[in-house]
Nanobody, 121 residues
Framework: QVQLVESGGGLVQAGGSLRLSCAASGNIFRVNIMGWYRQAPGKQRELVAAITSGGSTNYADSVKGRFTITRDNAKNTVNIQMNSLKTEDTAVYYC???????????????WGQGTQVTVSS
């Protein structure tokens, strides 16, 4: 089994900053892509940012220049620094990791439990 544990959500005023962290643990042979999705009330879950094990990144257009994703391959952690937050960033943020477990020849997607980010005006 593989577990993802997130931390760092909360309430912040517009223009403020938050940092989310996610740690993967368990039966891990290799962690491939890690990333963050978010889901606002009444909307579909959307990709926020992703990062490969080599450090290549991909961002949603709506967060480019404001959010920065990083990872620590040795610790199997991924972080996202969110600056200049807007009310429209309010959502539940989910960590995702594409993991190859020990004993398997393919990777599986694992999700965290989600952490609430609320940006007030």
């Amino acid at each position: 089994q593989v577990q993802l544990v997130e931390s760092g959500g909360g309430l912040v005023q517009a223009g403020g900053s938050l940092r989310l962290s996610c740690a993967a643990s368990g039966n891990i042979f290799r962690v491939n892509i890690m990333g963050w999705y978010r889901q606002a009330p009444g909307k579909q879950r959307e990709l926020v940012a992703a990062i490969t094990s080599g450090g290549s990144t991909n961002y949603a257009d709506s967060v480019k220049g404001r959010f920065t994703i990083t990872r620590d391959n040795a610790k199997n952690t991924v972080n996202i620094q969110m600056n200049s937050l807007k009310t429209e960033d309010t959502a539940v943020y989910y960590c995702i990791a594409d993991v190859t477990p020990h004993g398997f020849l393919r990777a599986f997607d694992y999700w965290g439990q989600g952490t609430q980010v609320t940006v007030s005006s």
